[in-house]
T-cell receptor, first 110, second 115 residues
């Protein structure tokens, strides 16, 4: 099956720093989403980005589907950005299953 | 926006008992819902796809008789962990696709502890 790998697995930042999280996938996908899982486990949808670039405040994402990767940029990080970031890809077929990446654990220190 | 409500948020049960987790789409109809399991410090693993009015489709390695899924209406899917054991302790999350261009929305999850 498809492999979805994220890097780095762990990241520690000082408040105010910028970071780039990467998501590589091993096969063609129909769509890609980025999620933030907060400390209580809630998954928050950040971007629905099958291709191209989107921006939302301090966050932006770029997906290059032909090269099978996506990037999530976090600028001017805040302590509330801490948590786990997942990318997830939708593979084809009737069920439209969403397969999650390995995750990046981000800790932003004050 | 689309909301998926999941209950209970946490539950503690004794070994051998069964636990039911509910997942409701509040402002949209979900013909398909998905159930995931997440162990500590790991990613979300898809367990099964729940289809309204038909049998669920389970991923390889997931025991159908242990994890019973029912999707009786367009707004409700349930996951019942039968004869629970400590190794079933995990975080269970449901999800529904909200439309062609809006991706997927997730419930808040259920933390199950089997003692």
């Amino acid at each position: 099956g498809i492999q979805v790998e994220q890097s780095p697995p762990d990241l520690i930042l000082q408040e105010g720093a910028n970071s780039t999280l990467r998501c590589n996938f091993s096969d063609s996908v129909n769509n890609l989403q980025w999620f933030h899982q907060n400390p209580w486990g809630q998954l928050i949808n950040l971007f629905y980005i099958p291709s191209g670039t989107k921006q939302n405040g301090r966050l932006s994402a770029t997906t290059v589907a032909t090269e099978r990767y996506s990037l999530l940029y976090i600028s001017s990080s805040q302590t509330t950005d801490s948590g786990v970031y997942f990318c997830a890809v939708r593979i084809g077929g009737a069920t439209n299953k969403l397969i999650f990446g390995t995750g990046t654990l981000l800790a932003v220190q004050p | 926006g689309a909301v998926v409500s999941q209950h209970p948020s946490w539950v503690i049960c004794k070994s051998g008992t069964s636990v039911k987790i509910e997942c409701r789409s509040l402002d949209f109809q979900a013909t398909t819902m998905f159930w995931y399991r997440q162990f500590p410090k790991q990613s979300l693993m898809l367990m099964a796809t729940s289809n309204e009015g038909s049998k669920a489709t389970y991923e390889q390695g997931v025991e159908k008789d242990k994890f019973l899924i029912n999707h009786a209406s367009l707004t409700l899917s349930t996951l019942t962990v039968t004869s629970a054991h400590p190794e079933d302790s995990s975080f269970y999350i449901c999800s529904a696709r909200t439309g062609q261009n809006y991706g997927y929305t997730f419930g808040s999850g259920t933390r199950l502890t089997v003692v």
